[in-house]
């Protein structure tokens, strides 16, 4: 498995699709938010740089289950298995999900979302341009 940074348990997980150059900087873009305010933020972009296969789903794991909290993102027309995947491991762990969707696109079967996702969530942020600052109020909620 490839050597991650320390964390500690007070780290959020930021699931998101990684796959684009645009996803990959707009994760980057909530990442910077977060640290700059304070956070300790795992990004399996970061972190799995370097891993291939079998040491991502460990790096990540690691990352999930160390996590006070996951933020996902859950734009497109369909969620990214992955971050859904995360997601669901994550509640069934206790863990708190706040699910974001800045997509206005309409999808999903509730609101936008998928209803696993969304009825799961401990908080979902839809469509604000203020998303950031929202994900911001509900960690000062839920990370002490």
């Known amino acids: 498995?490839?050597?991650?940074?320390?964390?500690?348990?007070?780290?959020?997980?930021?699931?998101?699709?990684?796959?684009?150059?645009?996803?990959?900087?707009?994760?980057?873009?909530?990442?910077?938010?977060?640290?700059t305010n304070g956070y300790q933020v795992f990004l399996p972009q970061q972190e799995c740089e370097q891993a291939e296969g079998e040491d991502i789903y460990k790096t990540c794991l690691y990352g999930l289950r160390s996590a006070a909290v996951v933020v996902a993102i859950v734009d497109g027309a369909d969620a990214d298995s992955g971050t859904c995947w995360e997601c669901g491991y994550a509640v069934s762990q206790g863990i708190p999900v706040i699910a974001v969707r800045t997509d206005f696109r309409g999808s999903g079967d509730t609101q936008g979302f998928n209803a696993m996702i969304y009825y799961s969530a401990t908080k979902v942020i839809d469509g604000s341009d203020r998303f950031l600052e929202e994900i911001l109020s509900e960690l000062q909620v839920l990370v002490v």
């Open 1 to 35: 498995m490839q050597q991650t940074k320390m964390i500690t348990k007070q780290h959020i997980y930021l699931a998101a699709p990684l796959f684009t150059k645009g996803e990959r900087d707009f994760n980057l873009s909530v990442y910077e938010y977060l640290t």
